[in-house]
């Protein structure tokens, strides 16, 4: 079976890490891994002062076999782009390789506090608020979401650029992740579909799945004030949103921190229903290899669909999170683990149970 040739540079030196795991999520804005390296002449306090400082890091891979969508000198596809953050010597007779770790670009953006003249924008959307804070981190903003401009925002003292973001992402139900360049991201569950299908007997065969119906409700409320008016609708707006697969009572009312109009209450009620249907459904499947039938690395926030009888999952599931590993141990190999779940759940609609179903994702607020 192919494995992965993998590229990690840093601090003006090249290396193929003995053993490797990127951690990627569709809602995580910065993607992670770890490494072990060695020098075929540093020694290992050699490395760790070649390391001070957090260099910047890339990662790239390709497949032994040439099965891979990206080619050239840079060694294939981009994972990661980002910097080495850790670094984990011991001083063992039969330690040879160092460990490492480290985020991508938007790890800082995770940690560091939102600065800003005035601290406040005006009539702007989430893309450009969030372009001006990330501008002085060499960071970009990525979008193919159409997003409304806020008449006004203001930043909370001490607060991160994330946290910042995570409030701009609630009315319109956008994702936080990152890019293998090392911007962030703003996105939507199901707008492209990954080739093949993931089929119990044929490519998996280890996998479980969770359905969990205990956060689901028969009933969603939203109660709030609409943002101009002063007739009893506009003070008293309420709407509801049932789930008719549900056999006893269980309401849940949610009051939305900002005023809102009918129709965005109507929507925001039938936005938590389905994310909590959605949620119910889980699944992990470990596979051999980093990719799918095209030779595409395995991405979060991709339809694939799901053919796992035994587990009771068959429809299109939606990528969240990919673990890509790879060792020399014959246990492991190269691998990759997919994070599925409902596309529900991060706001899309219900995964069809047949194949190669068109997908379009769905806005949603998040007053959790």
Not at 94 to 103: K, T
């Amino acid at each position: 079976m192919a494995f992965e040739i993998v590229t990690l540079r840093t601090a003006g030196l090249t290396f193929r890490p003995q053993t490797i795991a990127i951690e990627i999520a569709m809602d995580e804005a910065a993607r992670n891994f770890e490494a072990k390296i060695k020098h075929p002449v540093l020694s290992q306090a050699d490395l760790l002062k070649a390391l001070r400082g957090s260099p910047a890091v890339t990662i790239h891979a390709t497949a032994s076999d040439g099965y891979s969508q990206s080619f050239g000198a840079d060694g294939g596809d981009l994972l990661l782009t980002g910097h080495v953050e850790k670094r984990s010597p011991a001083l063992r007779s039969s330690e040879q390789e160092l460990p490492i770790a480290g985020r991508s670009k938007t790890g800082d953006l995770v940690d560091s506090s939102a600065e800003h003249e005035t601290g406040e924008f005006r009539d702007q959307d989430a893309k450009a608020m969030l372009g001006t804070l990330a501008k002085s981190y060499g960071i970009s903003v990525e979008t193919d979401l159409s997003l409304d401009r806020e008449p006004i925002k203001r930043i909370r003292p001490g607060e991160t650029v994330h946290t910042f973001a995570r409030r701009l992402s609630r009315k319109e139900g956008f994702a936080i992740g990152d890019t293998p360049e090392g911007n962030l991201k703003l996105a939507k569950a199901g707008t492209k579909r990954h080739a093949g299908t993931l089929t119990e007997g044929v490519n998996v065969f280890d996998a479980s799945a969770v359905h969990d119906d205990s956060k689901r409700f028969s009933k969603v409320k939203v109660r709030a004030q609409a943002p101009s008016g002063s007739s009893n609708t506009d003070l008293r707006i309420e709407a509801e949103a049932d789930d008719d697969t549900l056999s006893r009572k269980r309401v849940k009312i949610i009051v939305p921190p900002e005023l809102i109009r009918n129709e965005d209450a109507r929507e925001r009620a039938q936005w938590h229903r389905d994310r909590a249907t959605g949620e119910g459904l889980t699944c992990e499947v470990t596979l051999a290899g980093w990719r799918d039938e095209d030779g595409a690395i395995w991405t979060p926030g991709r339809l694939v669909f799901t053919e796992i009888p035994s587990l009771d999952v068959v429809q299109d599931m939606l990528i969240k999170k990919v673990s890509l590993r790879q060792s020399d141990e014959a246990s492991s190999g190269t691998q990759a683990i997919l994070s599925l779940t409902d596309p529900r759940s991060l706001g899309g609609k219900k995964g069809k149970a047949n194949k190669g179903t068109d997908y379009t994702g769905k806005a949603g607020g998040d007053d959790d």
